[in-house]
């Protein structure tokens, strides 16, 4: 199995410019979740979704961000306008129903200037 | 909610030597503990787990222990190598696998020197 595929791996931008972050879960994976880390915050929980459906976007920090999930192979995480203090590592994690274990793409490293 | 705490933020060992990482949790209804190490440039893959039905899990040099009790669980890797050095997270779970939602400790850089 490939795992987890996110992309980009790096993006950087301008304050103000949309950003877009795309993940592919693990084939048969129902479970999908955005984290962010920062120096500061740690690994932060922002959104999941069970079988394509939000279940807590508690951990999203504002309106501009947003994320969905089209189908069960593809969840974009989209941050319109950016500003630099949206600047952190966003990972893209799934896991099957059944388990506990989370396996973690690789990361996308942004960088808002 | 969940709140986990990590100790040390940094650990620097001497190649051979143990290394102890330490965390608490609060939620007394959290049932299971994943240990993750994140290498740089890279994603956090999971190395062991425990649940709290298990007072200890081994796996080659690397162990878990759970206190219940205490609300604590802690990460012992023995004759530690240039390869583990990582940042090393701790989380807890609460529930069935029908809750989602991990919560990770801050997170532990260890270093070890050859």
């Known amino acids: 199995d490939a795992g987890v595929i996110q992309s980009p791996r790096h993006e950087v931008t301008e304050m103000g410019q949309e950003v877009t972050l795309r993940c592919k879960p693990i084939s048969g994976h129902d479970y999908l979740f955005w984290y962010r880390q920062t120096m500061m915050r740690g690994l932060e929980l922002l959104i999941y979704f069970n079988n394509n459906v939000p279940i807590d976007d508690s951990g999203m920090p504002e309106d501009r961000f947003s994320a969905k999930m089209p189908n069960a192979s593809f969840s974009t995480l989209k941050i319109q306008p950016s500003e630099p203090r949206d600047s952190a590592v966003y990972f893209c994690?799934?896991?099957?129903?059944?388990?506990?274990?989370?396996?973690f793409g690789p990361g996308t490293r942004l960088l808002v200037l | 909610g969940e709140n986990v705490e990590q100790h040390p933020s940094t650990l620097s060992v001497q190649e051979g030597d143990s290394a102890v990482i330490k965390c608490t949790y609060s939620d007394s209804a959290s049932n299971y503990f994943p240990w993750y190490k994140q290498e740089l440039g890279k994603g956090p893959q999971l190395i062991i787990d425990i649940r709290s039905n298990v007072g200890e899990k081994k796996d080659q040099r690397i162990a878990v222990t759970l206190n219940k009790t205490a609300k604590h669980f802690s990460l012992h890797i023995t004759e530690t190598q240039p390869e583990d050095s990582a940042v090393y997270f701790c989380?807890?779970?609460?529930?069935?696998?029908?809750?989602?939602?991990?919560?990770f400790g801050q997170g532990t850089i260890l270093t070890v020197h050859p």
């Open positions: 989380a807890a779970i609460r529930g069935g696998t029908s809750y989602g939602k991990l919560t």
């Open positions: 994690a799934s896991r099957i129903q059944g388990s506990e274990t989370q396996y």
